[in-house]
């Protein structure tokens, strides 16, 4: 069975820094692509960010591109998402995904406060 | 960037009765490659994850109920549920994977009349 669990959430001031990590099993983690996506208070989805097996191919929102930073471990199965000069707006839900073309598997998700 | 634009906002429907929801694509999601429309739906339940209904437009995933279908070609698409049942009270959303960013619709709530 596919399981995706993340974790490191919490609550950050704004300006601040949270690292996301997301743990993989029950499937071949190495050969599959990943993604974040988040979910704001009283809004819906956003994609983020996606990662390609080898970490050679990685895109992002334009919302998060230069403050957030996706990587992954394959020998640990493990996908990460580091999110820097944080802000209010940033506030949401984080999921993990896998990435069969669509995002076929969900983790439980985590959640970001950002708030002074 | 490619927009995604479902309708309506909001939606209920009496138990039993059918629901649709429309999705536009602000261009085409076919590929020219393999013929294949890289167009997904999501169904969001409260105080759970997302979870993945149909993908290639059509294909209907593995456990999910055949009241479920989804339709459409090119730029315009649509999820039916054909007798709606009190468990699929949710938010659907659309997703377009063709391109990066990969783009969501604003989302349609489900309730029941």
Redesign the interface.
Known sequence: EVQLVESGGGLVQPGGSLRLSCAASGFNFKIYSMNWVRQAPGKGLEWLSYIIAGSDTIYYADSVKGRFTVSRDNAKNLVFLQMNSLRDEDTAIYYCTTSNHYLDHWGQGSVVTVSS | DIVMTQSPDSLAVSLGERATISCKSSQSVLHSTDKRT?L?W?Q?KPGQ????LI?WASTR?SGVPDRFSGSGSGTDFTLTISSLQAEDVA?Y?C?Q?FS????????TKVEIK
């Open positions: 890289y997904a999501y969001h994850s997302p979870k993945v993908y995933e938010v959303y997703q994977y990066f960013p990969r783009t969501f619709g604003g989302g």
